[in-house]
């Protein structure tokens, strides 16, 4: 009997820096392709889907830049620091600790939320030597009225603690839709006008830059970054413009049905082999919150506790369904399963690779050399008892 055509897929989560563990996992498997695969080509996906970080791992390996990612993680993030990445008015980028360290930049904090007021701070100490004590308080009056009706009227307008400008200009250099060849790459992000999620190949964003605009919204973490104004994408229902966006991780940390829904609309007769490279161990560590600041509380509740749940439901139901499948076949291999929609239901060979559930792998807003360095090696050792465990049928 001929043996069926093999496919791989690639699933990338979220997880912001922690994102380097894929990384290491990556390296791992294209060095070990020919002994995970049986074939003697170099790695190559015919799927790749990811969410936040994944999004920016997966549209440099569907362009087939393994190298500058390592040199992006390695040498740009890991040597020089998160403001490779992002910048901020709160956060100390200059800072090559393990731990988020606040610095508030007064001075750009005003020209944020009180642009229009251009009294220096050296004012104020002179006002007992030109005025009485009543016209001084007169004075400080009025100050105040106008600091308290700037910042109403700019508040509003401060969306993110921090700006990732320097990541934006990283991308539009390095993506080019043009190499990615014989590679179907997604990445996912949210609307935060419609609350939906938008899962969209690389050829259907209606431009470059709609398609740069794409995978930025994807690592942009709510809060953290700013949204992306506008989106533009052809969709089965056509044209569509999805308005300020964030993070794929919100709705869909692991993007394993997005996978799923493209291997079910490929007509080859063919059997996909499906790898996930998830940052999370699916359980948060505990950890002591009674003094943390409001940018680690934030990404605790958002990237730690909330994305780790959704990831448990996605993998833990695609697990269970891909179990019974297997059961099933095995039990007859004429049986066919459908679901709701009256889609047949597939079974795949899987391997998931995530980090040890006891290890701690540092924040997902923190990265120096000592730690990139160590979620890499992590991701790689991770990658390799994963495969250990799982050999696929490449026949």
Known sequence: ??????????????????????????????????????????????????????????????????????????????????????????????????????????????????????VKFGFFNKLGLIFSKQKRKEVLQSIIKEVEQSVKVNL??????????????????????????????????????TGAYHGVLHNQFSSEQDFINGVIASTSIPMVWNPVKSIQFNSENGLVQSLNNVDGGVRNVTPLGDVIKLINQDKEDCDYKIIVINTNSGKPKQKDFSN??????????L???????????????????????????A?????????????????????????????EMGSSLVANEKLINFRMLHGASMAQIAFDKKVFNNG
């Open 1 to 118: 009997m001929k043996n069926r055509k093999q496919k791989f897929a690639l699933v990338l989560s979220g997880g912001g820096f922690n994102c380097a563990f894929q990384l290491g996992a990556l390296n791992y498997i294209n060095k070990n392709w020919k002994k995970i695969t049986g074939l003697s080509t170099p790695m190559k996906f015919d799927i790749i889907a990811g969410v936040s970080g994944g999004a920016l791992n997966g549209s440099l390996v569907a362009m087939n830049e393994l190298a500058l990612l390592n040199d992006l993680w390695i040498y740009q993030i890991g040597k020089k620091g998160v403001s490779e990445v992002y910048t901020s008015e709160l956060i100390d980028t200059s800072s090559k600790a393990d731990k988020i360290k606040l610095k508030i930049d007064v001075k750009q904090l005003a020209k944020k939320l009180i642009p229009e007021l251009k």
């Open 156 to 193: 509003p307008k401060y969306k993110s603690i921090a700006d990732n400008t320097p990541l934006r200009k990283k991308l539009e250099k390095y993506l080019d839709r043009s190499k990615i060849k014989g590679t179907d790459f997604l990445c996912g992000f949210v609307s935060l006008d």
């Open 292 to 301: 943390k600041s409001i940018i680690e509380i934030a990404v605790r509740s």
């Open 303 to 329: 990237y730690e506790i909330a994305i780790t749940e959704v990831f448990n439901n996605d993998v833990h139901h695609f697990t269970r369904v891909n179990k019974i499948v297997k059961q099933a076949e």
């Open 331 to 359: 039990w007859d291999d004429e049986i066919a399963l459908f679901n709701e929609r009256n889609t047949q239901i597939k079974s795949f060979d899987a391997v998931i690779i995530n980090p040890h559930k006891d290890i």
